[in-house]
Every structure is written in C-alpha cells, then in structure tokens.
C-alpha cells in the first residue's frame, strides 16, 4: 500500500509539473526568460515614454521561437508604433486589461526589431492604474529570478 501511494504522489508531482510548465509557454518561459536574446534587446539607455491611444491588441510572436505575446499598436501625436508588454500567459491574467481605444502612457526601450521601431514595454499607465512589467533595471516581473 505504501509503495502504491508514493508511485501515485510521484505521478500527482509530474503531472503537476508538467502542467506548470506548458502553462508559462512550452516548458518554462518560452524564451521570455531573462537569458533570451529578447529580453537582451532591452536598453535602459534608450527608455522614453510615450502616450496615445491604442489602436489594437494582438498576440504576436516577438521572434522565431518564442511563446506567444501581448503587442499593441499606440498611435501618438508623433508616430504609430507598436508596444511590446510580454509573454501571453503572464498578460492574460492580469486583473487590468488594455483595450483598443484607451488613452495611456507608456515607458519602455525604444529598440529596432526586423528593421521597425518597436518599444519594449515597463510600465503601461492608464488612467490611475499602473501596469509594472520591468523593474527599474529592466527585469521582467514574470521572471523568477534576478541577475
């Protein structure tokens, strides 16, 4: 009987993990990890802010590879661009949603990505909400550890 409940435990303990993982994007981070060369692409000496308002919400994939995303495009009084603000399965359950057609502000790393600029969203204000995605030293909130 023993024997039967730690054979059952481990597989409990496996499946479990299994799950775990495939939930945070095909085993682990699905390179939204800070060891990716995504996240390396971050650059505090290029962070701006920028406001506008959302123009669309899309589930995109930054680079081949990778889980999937949570981008929007912003259009501002200057530009249109698109804003990067992580991994799918980290956004998604997020209790502050953006929507197409909200008025915020955005600060991140402005960075080129397949020849476009692209920023690489920190904090995404809206109205008095206040989305932290990145520290102050660019690591993701979503990540487990620090450098």
Do not use: C
Request: glycine residues 14%; hydrophobic residues 40%; charged residues 20%.
């Amino acid at each position: 009987m023993k024997r039967f409940v730690r054979v059952a435990m481990a597989g409990v303990v496996v499946f479990l993990t299994g799950t775990m993982a495939m939930a945070q994007g095909m085993g682990g981070s699905g390179g939204w990890g800070m060891r990716g060369s995504y996240q390396r692409m971050y650059n505090q000496a290029t962070v701006e802010s920028v406001s506008g308002q959302v123009v669309s919400v899309d589930t995109m994939m930054p680079m081949k590879g990778m889980g999937s995303g949570i981008h929007l495009t912003l259009k501002t009084d200057k530009e249109t661009i698109p804003v990067h603000l992580g991994p799918s399965w980290f956004i998604e359950r997020l209790d502050s949603k953006i929507e197409k057609g909200d008025r915020i502000e955005v600060k991140g790393s402005r960075v080129t990505m397949m020849g476009n600029a692209t920023i690489i969203a920190a904090e995404v204000k809206k109205g008095t909400n206040l989305l932290l995605l990145r520290d102050k030293n660019g690591v993701p909130v979503w990540s487990g550890w620090r450098r």
